[in-house]
């Protein structure tokens, strides 16, 4: 302990809130294999949170292994074009519907960020729609009206961060998810500046009703509007396709992340080739060019992960499992709840759901402004101390998270939920 504690107290001394800023536990952990983490002292669990999605074939796969260390004695970054990263841009091609052509970046948000440069270049208009409680990075665009404590009028922003202009207020338009009467009618009145619009197809863990993604694109097509998915987490995870396979609607730009680089830093913008002409710096088509450079962008340590991750889950194709495992945890949780008459939803697909505690059904972010946070606290904590790690928001569900971790997880859930009738007055 005497180790933990030293560095538990460096993490405080160096960390603004003693934090990396990412919202998980104060646990540290210090390695991972296949669907198990441990910390510092050397307790084990069984993980859910997945680095935040990426290791979707679990942690320390042998293979992705192997493809990074034979690259690493080869160099880690050229600044340059290479065979990795060409490979495996072909392959996200051949896999992702709408995907004609690519661009690397190295995180999630520069891939959104870039995603809405890249429609206001192709049209000429500025303004973004998107939707309430929509996750799209960290950048000011994205900040917009993603957490607000408040209900706003559609379509006003609000801002979620201190450091924001309020000028970028007047450029972002926000939707309701799943209420198309309300997208149809902001997108109408705003049809003559909107750049483009950009969507989670899966909401954070909120499902899209029957038709609204179809209703969506009908109508970006309509007015020749360009639709951006954003699937850092959905791609590679709802099918090999993505979220765009699954729900059979296909975008013009999609933002990719996460699964697609195994774990190492690395994200893409692809989209259909007229579109992505934007990111061409030789064409005279616009002026001044679209201007995008990345020192990291397509390094050859992160597509061979990347590479090697997809292979896993082309060769594997465990996209059935994966969905059966997590809709097994789901209704056993529901189950639970109901036994110990705990008014909670648990919302999501298979392989990504979440718990909120609230009696009303949830279908957009105004639905789950009701809900008790500090009943989900608890609950995380109480998984945490029962063997179960996850971030506070999302359950991750991986391949390799077999029988035994399921048994176990279930076992986990028993104790964690009977615990909360003692820590509240549910």
Same mark, same amino acid.
């Not at 404590?149 to 202009?165: C, K, L, M, N, T």
């Given at each position: %302990?005497e180790?933990?504690?030293?560095? &538990?107290?460096?993490?405080?001394?160096?960390?603004?809130?003693?934090?990396?800023?990412?919202?998980?536990?104060? /646990?540290?952990?210090?390695?991972?294999?296949?669907?198990?983490?441990?910390? +510092?002292?050397?307790?084990?669990y069984?993980?859910?949170?997945?680095?935040s999605?990426p290791?979707?074939?679990?942690?320390? #796969?042998?293979?992705?292994?192997?493809?990074?260390s034979?690259?690493?004695?080869s160099?880690?970054?050229?600044?340059?074009?290479?065979?990795?990263?060409?490979r /495996?841009?072909?392959?996200?091609i051949?896999?992702v519907?709408?995907?004609?052509?690519?661009?690397?970046?190295?995180?999630?948000?520069?891939? &959104?960020?870039?995603? %809405?440069?890249?429609?206001?270049?192709?049209t000429?208009?500025?303004?973004?729609?998107?939707?309430?409680?929509? *996750? #799209?990075?960290? #950048?000011?665009?994205?900040? %917009?009206?993603? %957490?607000?404590?408040?209900?706003?009028? *559609?379509?006003?922003?609000?801002?979620?961060?201190?450091?924001?202009?309020?000028?970028?207020?007047?450029?972002?338009?926000?939707?309701?998810?799943?209420d198309?009467?309300? &997208?149809?009618?902001?997108?109408?009145?705003?049809?003559?500046?909107?750049?483009g619009?950009?969507?989670?197809?899966?909401?954070?863990?909120?499902?899209?009703?029957?038709?609204? /993604?179809?209703?969506?694109?009908?109508?970006?097509?309509?007015?020749?509007?360009?639709?951006?998915?954003?699937?850092?987490?959905?791609?590679?995870?709802?099918? *090999?396709?993505?979220?765009?396979?699954?729900?059979?609607?296909?975008?013009?730009?999609?933002?990719?992340?996460?699964?697609?680089?195994?774990?190492?830093?690395?994200?893409?913008?692809?989209?259909?080739?007229?579109?992505?002409?934007?990111?061409?710096?030789?064409?005279? !088509?616009?002026?001044?060019?679209?201007?995008?450079?990345g020192?990291?962008?397509?390094?050859?340590?992160?597509?061979?992960?990347?590479?090697?991750?997809?292979d896993?889950l082309?060769?594997?194709?465990?996209?059935?499992?994966?969905?059966?495992?997590?809709?097994?945890?789901?209704?056993?949780?529901?189950?639970?709840f109901?036994?110990?008459?705990?008014?909670?939803?648990?919302?999501?697909?298979?392989?990504?759901?979440?718990v909120?505690?609230?009696?009303?059904?949830?279908? @957009?972010?105004?639905?789950?402004?009701?809900?008790?946070?500090? +009943?989900?606290?608890?609950? @995380?904590?109480n998984?945490?101390?029962?063997?179960?790690?996850?971030?506070? !928001?999302?359950?991750?569900?991986? &391949?390799?998270?077999?029988?035994?971790?399921?048994?176990? !997880?279930v076992?986990?859930?028993e104790?964690?939920?009977?615990?909360?009738?003692?820590?509240?007055?549910?």
């Open positions: %302990m180790k933990s504690d030293q560095i &538990t107290n460096l993490a405080k001394d160096i960390f603004p809130g003693s934090n990396n800023g990412n919202p998980t536990s104060d /646990l540290i952990m210090s390695k991972a294999v296949g669907s198990k983490i441990w910390d +510092i002292d050397g307790n084990e069984i993980d859910y949170l997945l680095g999605g290791m979707v074939i679990g942690h320390s #796969h042998p293979k992705v292994v192997e493809a990074v034979k690259q690493l004695s160099g880690s970054t050229f600044f340059a074009l290479n065979e990795l990263s060409i /495996l841009g072909q392959e996200i051949d896999a519907p709408c995907a004609e052509q690519i661009r690397y970046v190295t995180s999630g948000t520069e891939a &959104t960020l870039y995603a %809405m440069r890249a429609v206001r270049a192709f000429g208009k500025e303004k973004i729609l998107k939707f309430e409680g929509g *996750y #799209h990075g960290m #950048h000011d665009y994205s900040l %917009m009206s993603l %957490m607000p404590r408040s209900e706003v009028e *559609y379509p006003i922003a609000s801002i979620d961060s201190s450091g924001i202009p309020e000028a970028i207020k007047n450029e972002m338009l926000i939707a309701p998810f799943n198309f009467e309300t &997208t149809e009618d902001i997108i109408k009145k705003n049809k003559e500046e909107i750049a619009v950009i969507i989670e197809p899966f909401q954070r863990v909120i499902k899209p009703k029957p038709g609204f /993604l179809e209703s969506v694109r009908k109508i970006t097509n309509k007015y020749n509007i360009p639709l951006i998915f954003d699937e850092i987490v959905t791609g590679f995870r709802f099918g *090999y396709g993505g979220a765009q396979e699954y729900y059979n609607v296909v975008p013009d730009l999609c933002t990719l992340g996460k699964i697609v680089a195994g774990g190492y830093p690395l994200a893409a913008i692809v989209g259909k080739k007229n579109l992505m002409e934007v990111f061409n710096q030789k064409s005279d !088509t616009i002026s001044p060019p679209l201007v995008q450079i020192t990291l962008s397509g390094n050859p340590i992160s597509s061979a992960a990347g590479l090697a991750t997809l896993v082309k060769a594997e194709n465990p996209y059935e499992k994966l969905f059966e495992t997590g809709n097994f945890l789901q209704s056993t949780l529901r189950e639970i109901n036994r110990h008459e705990i008014p909670a939803q648990v919302v999501g697909e298979g392989p990504v759901f979440d909120y505690f609230c009696s009303n059904e949830i279908s @957009n972010y105004r639905d789950t402004m009701g809900a008790d946070k500090s +009943i989900l606290n608890s609950l @995380n904590s998984l945490i101390e029962a063997g179960i790690f996850k971030g506070d !928001t999302k359950y991750y569900v991986s &391949t390799v998270h077999d029988s035994f971790d399921v048994e176990k !997880t076992s986990a859930f104790v964690a939920v009977a615990k909360l009738k003692e820590q509240h007055d549910i």
